[in-house]
């Protein structure tokens, strides 16, 4: 499997352009929608695309200087990596034909999907025309933004980001608030994208503030073509006055409130849960009481994004104040794939539905969750970065995916990993070391391996005077922080395993 920073890392000055000009300067090939394909993990559907001939080889590369970046982005060195190193590893043709899409069908509490791929409830999915752009790129359905009866008022700004060195987002806060649309203004948005997206899910998000309201916006959902209905117990930035994450945090409040969405209608009910807790499953239990089909988790984390040196406010600022608010990203995936391995692994809850979100950028990271027990996956925070267009490379990377291993459909590979996963160390073994192993032709001779070791290791690692690592295996513990911090790739973890010295 290639990892996907191997191809970031020699395109990190690439944007993903809308309309990009290097594809528009090509008129032979699509090199935009190849480094795209290579920046969401998904080389090999890129290498399955490459012409027979190799013409970029004898190309003068126009490409390269159509960029809104000239020459800094090395198009054919990256397709030429393709060809040489991806397209030899192919094990199945990149599975584009209309009767490979059965691979990715599924569904959610017995209605059909298309894929397993919906939009979660945020500014992503909060008016018609959001929606059906969405359903016309491939999304199977769309969880759309929080519907209420209260009075929205948004602040402005209201997202703050953490980003790293390629000036991607990892982790990003909001502190949004829920559907500012009226309840009959959303009303008429479902009844007008069901009539025209017949087969497109939708899943109508909604927050009351009493048992009353739950009842009558879940009828109302169901009475206006919503196909399911998600309760939202989890919001961070409508906690105040028993609403949102205040209600996920207290069993009782969450079967209470499902209880009364479910008196309302008879179409599948899913809770969504806050991460703000020690663990899910009491929760999950109490939703499963009160009548829900499902779990969506997780919501954002409550979080504060670094204050400002000068004016002492954290961010965002909104006229000299900020807020706690949610965090969500890549940042959050571990702590997100970590609740959804607890409820996939809860005996009670085996026969829910498990919606799972939570830094969801490729088809890989969707894959976790599908192998950690989900049966859906939701998308917020990387469509605000790249757009709608993210779900042609989680489709296709996943169903090259099912393709190659065999698979028949992607519900096949639902909870695969649970039994590796345990909730304490004491199981893991102990006798023996895996040593690391030094790629020499690739070492740069940079000295980080030694440094780390050093410092946050073992002290097993010294250069020699080539300024190449070698490795004291009496002092070595397998720990592997040196191959986590080369920034050449050169270091890989032994297939030997080795009983541990004596001491």
């Known amino acids: 499997m290639f990892k996907r920073k191997i191809y970031r890392s020699d395109m990190l000055r690439c944007v993903l352009c809308k309309d990009a000009p290097c594809t528009q300067a090509c008129g032979r090939i699509d090199p935009a929608a190849l480094l795209r394909n290579m920046w969401f993990d998904n080389e090999k559907t890129a290498a399955a695309h490459l012409p027979a001939d190799d013409l970029c080889s004898h190309c003068d590369a126009p490409c390269e200087r159509a960029c809104v970046r000239p020459g800094e982005v090395p198009v054919r060195k990256l397709l030429a990596r393709l060809r040489e190193e991806v397209l030899p590893t192919l094990e199945v043709p990149s599975p584009d034909a209309p009767e490979d899409d059965a691979l990715l069908r599924t569904e959610l509490c017995g209605i059909p999907l298309e894929n397993p791929f919906l939009l979660s409830s945020s500014v992503v ?145 899913l809770a969504k849960l806050t991460p703000n807790v020690a663990r899910m499953s009491p929760a999950a239990e109490a939703a499963l009481r009160g009548g829900a089909n499902g779990i969506a988790a997780i919501n954002t984390i409550k979080s504060i994004t670094g204050v400002n040196p000068h004016t002492y406010v954290s961010a965002p600022s909104v006229h000299g104040m900020s807020a706690v608010g949610g965090y969500s990203g890549a940042a959050v995936r571990p702590i997100a794939l970590r609740f959804i391995a607890e409820l996939g692994q809860n005996p009670a809850l085996k026969d829910m539905h498990l919606s799972a979100m939570g830094g969801v950028e490729t088809w890989r990271d969707a894959l976790d969750y599908l192998l950690l027990g989900a049966d859906s996956i939701q998308v917020t925070t990387a469509v605000m970065q790249f757009g709608y267009r993210i779900v042609e490379d989680l489709k296709s990377g996943l169903k090259l995916y099912l393709a190659e291993k065999g698979f028949h459909n992607v519900r096949e590979v639902r909870g695969l990993a649970l039994d590796s996963v345990s909730e304490t160390t004491d199981v893991l073994e102990r006798d023996t070391v895996i040593y690391p192993k030094f790629h020499r032709d690739r070492c740069i001779g940079c000295g980080r391996c030694e440094i780390s070791c050093m410092d946050g290791g073992h002290q097993a690692i ?14 070595c513990v397998g720990c592997h922080l040196c191959i986590l911090v080369c920034p050449q790739r050169a270091i890989s973890e032994s297939r030997k395993r080795v009983a541990k010295p004596r001491t």
């Not at 250069?463 to 490795?471: A, G």
Request: aromatic share 8%; net charge negative; with cysteine.
């Open 125 to 269: 999915a909060s008016t018609y025309d959001m929606c059906a752009r969405a359903f016309e790129a491939g999304w199977a359905g769309a969880a759309f933004k929080t519907i209420c009866s209260f009075e929205i008022h948004e602040a402005s700004p209201r997202f703050s980001a953490i980003k790293g060195d390629s000036g991607n987002i990892i982790g990003f806060k909001n502190i949004e608030q829920l559907s500012d649309h009226s309840v009959a203004e959303n009303m008429e948005i479902f009844r007008r994208l069901k009539e025209k997206y017949p087969t497109k899910f939708i899943l109508a998000s909604i927050m009351g503030q009493n048992e009353q309201e739950w009842e009558d916006l879940a009828r109302l959902c169901a009475e206006n073509g919503a196909d399911a209905v998600e309760l939202n117990f989890s919001c961070p930035n409508m906690a105040e006055g028993g609403l949102g994450s205040d209600i996920g945090q207290v069993p009782e409040l969450v079967e209470r409130f499902t209880a009364a969405a479910r008196r309302g209608t008879s179409i599948p009910i």
């Open 462 to 475: 010294r250069l020699n005077e080539e300024r190449k690592p070698l490795l004291d295996a009496k002092k």
